[in-house]
Every structure is written in structure tokens, then in C-alpha cells.
């Protein structure tokens, strides 16, 4: 049983290790969030967070209207 579970724990230890070498060598993690990538943004492509500030930013070219006590006036 004893053996059973040290080769386990051995093949995990080793599953690890090949898993982080590109975190050990590059010194960062990839960036996988939408905005990171550049082919995306060409295409105008952004997250929900983004894209949901871009609609809720105010017009400055909205025009005012009127309000119903203006228009009976």
C-alpha cells in the first residue's frame, strides 16, 4: 500500500514540475484575459466589463429632451 501511494505522489510531483517549467524559465503567467489578446482587439473584440463601461459612459452628441411640462408650455 505504502508503495502505491509514494509512486502516486510520485507521478503527481512529477506532473507538477513539467506543468510550471514555462512559469520557472518565462517568469510570468500567460495573460488570458480577452483584452490581452491583440488579434481580438483588431477585430474590436472586448470583454463584458469593457464593453459594459463603453455603453454606460454618457453621449456628449445626445440631444436633450424636452420634458413633458416644456412641451405643454
Known sequence: MW???LSALLIIAVGVVL???????????VHTHIDGNKAL?????????SYDREL??????????????????
Open 3 to 5: 508503495q502505491a501511494l
Open 19 to 29: 506543468l510550471s517549467v514555462r512559469l520557472f524559465f518565462r517568469r510570468s503567467f
Open 56 to 73: 454606460r459612459r454618457p453621449n456628449k452628441h445626445a440631444v436633450q429632451e424636452k420634458s413633458v411640462s416644456q412641451r405643454n408650455e
Open 41 to 49: 482587439n483588431e477585430k474590436g473584440i472586448h470583454c463584458a466589463v
